[in-house]
């Protein structure tokens, strides 16, 4: 059972990233998927889930910049964030939504 994340990097306000996840050992399409992250000095916090069926959410401070996505032909989860900004700073985690599997996290530095 395994989640790795990639993608992540140094990148000037206003910019964009996109991390990926890919998952195995586990029936990756039956289940929710999440992005997490946490700040230096901050608790981790939920960015945004899908479900398996492809309905997702996201936290109030995401939304409209960053869309959440899956592609189970290949077990892979994603992350498109847009329009970056310095307080998007953090590590960056994928992990079921039940949060029973997580991968090592990816950092993600936004300058300003």
């Known amino acids: 059972v395994q989640l790795q994340a990639f993608g992540g990097g140094l990148v000037q306000a206003g910019g964009s990233l996109r991390l990926a996840c890919a998952a195995s050992?586990?029936?990756?399409?039956?289940?929710?998927m999440a992005w997490y992250r946490q700040a230096p000095g901050k608790q981790r916090d939920l960015v945004a889930y899908v479900t398996g069926g492809g309905s997702s959410f996201y936290q109030d401070a995401v939304k409209g910049r960053f869309t959440i996505s899956r592609d189970n032909a290949k077990n892979m989860l994603y992350l498109q964030m847009d329009s970056l900004k310095p307080e998007d700073t953090a590590v960056y985690y994928c992990?079921?939504?039940?949060?029973?599997?997580w991968g090592q996290g990816t950092e993600v530095t936004v300058s300003s």
């Open positions: 992990a079921t939504f039940r949060t029973d599997i």
């Open positions: 050992g586990f029936t990756f399409s039956s289940r929710a």
